[in-house]
């Protein structure tokens, strides 16, 4: 069973910044085989899908009002995606998920949570006004 985990989650004021890690731990698991995505749930609400990138790293895809201040990214090598938060709102507040989706391109993105198959187990993301 691959178990992905994120990290570096909490709280900060609007307009400070974040960065969260995801990693998979249990049996061997190259992410370097996975579109890498972030969602992200708040109480009461749908999971939503934040960004997105393709298992080489050229292409990324974001939700529109996240474009320009979140920053998502992966290292192959040392097997781990991260996504940088900055100017942070408190709307930004919620639980963020890491999500690895398998897809034979390289460039493909994806940002339904019906294509991603591994998931961790939820950081939690407070910003406060």
């Known amino acids: 069973q691959v178990q992905l985990v994120e990290s570096g989650g909490g709280l900060v004021q609007a307009g400070g910044s974040l960065s969260l890690s995801c990693a998979p731990s249990?049996?061997?698991?190259?992410?370097?085989?996975?579109?890498m995505g972030w969602f992200r749930q708040t109480p009461g609400k749908e999971r939503e899908f934040v960004a997105a990138i393709a298992r080489s790293g050229a292409r990324t895809n974001y939700k529109d009002s996240v474009k320009g201040r979140f920053t998502v990214s992966r290292d192959n090598v040392k097997n781990t995606a991260y996504l940088q938060m900055n100017d942070l709102k408190p709307e930004d507040t919620a639980i963020y998920y890491c999500?690895?989706?398998?897809?034979?391109?390289?460039?493909?993105?994806?940002?339904?949570?019906?294509?991603?198959?591994?998931w961790g187990q939820g950081s939690q993301v407070t910003v406060s006004s």
């Open positions: 249990g049996r061997p698991f190259s992410i370097s085989n996975y579109v």
């Open positions: 999500a690895a989706g398998p897809t034979p391109s390289t460039i493909w993105v994806l940002d339904s949570d019906w294509e991603y198959g591994h």
